[in-house]
């Protein structure tokens, strides 16, 4: 599967649920095959130092090493790409989600061109097409550009705070070779779990404690990971 249009939209419903029962999208772990027939959700409340080690032990019964291409796309949070490299996977590839770049691209917008400036409009699609299309390096290149033409100092502060942004996470902002390799750039298979994972928790007059929450949640994870009946079929084994 490569999908032209990302659904990471289908997670933002659950932002506000997720932050009442304090479980972050961040805690969602979701390993998927390519054309989304095999799916493995991990849901946990643990503090973020955790979830490396989640993410580790997961890998491992999963047999995540063997694997042909092992391809992480993430959100772009610092503390995430610390905890790949704290708890190391056996990575082909790690990108940069490409909606949460377009996220800041046009928050940069915004503050330099205003909100329907047609020019800022334009200028956002060109630079995600170079970004896209070109990469790191050539994209670089043209927002220095377009920085240097800045005289506000408001509109230069947006400008190096998107150069801040790309600059460090350069190493996963790598869209050709990507696309030239048929993987995909978005983490909206990840987002859109976010919402599934939490869809028992929320409801007209339901309220929950974390650890209920928590538990709650798992069982959805288990049901979506299609390894119900495994399990159940192997903790009554243990039990009698």
């Known amino acids: 599967m490569k999908p032209q249009t990302f659904y990471n939209d289908s997670g933002h419903a659950v932002v506000e649920a997720a932050r009442f029962y304090k479980i972050a999208p961040s805690d969602v772990i979701v390993f998927y095959d390519e054309a989304g027939k095999h799916w493995?959700?991990?849901l946990?409340?643990?503090?973020?130092?955790t979830v490396g080690a989640l993410l580790r032990r997961e890998a491992e019964r999963l047999g995540f090493r063997h694997a042909d291409e092992r391809i992480a796309n993430v959100d772009g949070a610092s503390w995430i790409r610390n905890q790949l490299e704290e708890r190391p996977l056996p990575l082909s590839g790690l990108g940069l989600d490409f909606y949460h770049l377009g996220e800041n691209v046009h928050r940069c917008r915004r503050l330099a061109f205003g909100e329907t400036d047609p020019a800022g409009i334009t200028w956002a699609g060109d630079l995600m097409h170079s970004f896209k299309h070109q990469g790191y390096e050539a994209t670089w290149e043209k927002l220095v550009t377009w920085r240097a033409t800045l005289r506000s100092p408001g509109k230069r502060a947006a400008a190096d705070r998107l150069l801040n942004y790309v600059s460090e996470r350069r190493?996963?902002?790598?869209?050709?070779?990507?696309?030239?390799?048929?993987w995909q750039i978005g983490s909206g298979?990840?987002?859109s779990r976010c919402k599934t994972s939490t869809s028992r928790l929320k409801g007209r007059g339901r309220r929950w404690d974390t650890t209920h929450a928590e538990?709650?949640?798992?069982l959805t994870t288990l049901y979506e990971s299609r390894q119900w009946h495994i399990y159940w079929g192997t903790a009554s084994r243990q039990t009698t």
């Open 44 to 49: 946990s409340r643990g503090k973020r130092r």
């Open 189 to 191: 298979p990840t987002e």
């Open 171 to 182: 190493d996963m902002i790598n869209y050709p070779e990507f696309m030239s390799k048929g």
């Open 40 to 42: 493995h959700e991990v």
């Open 215 to 218: 538990a709650v949640a798992a």
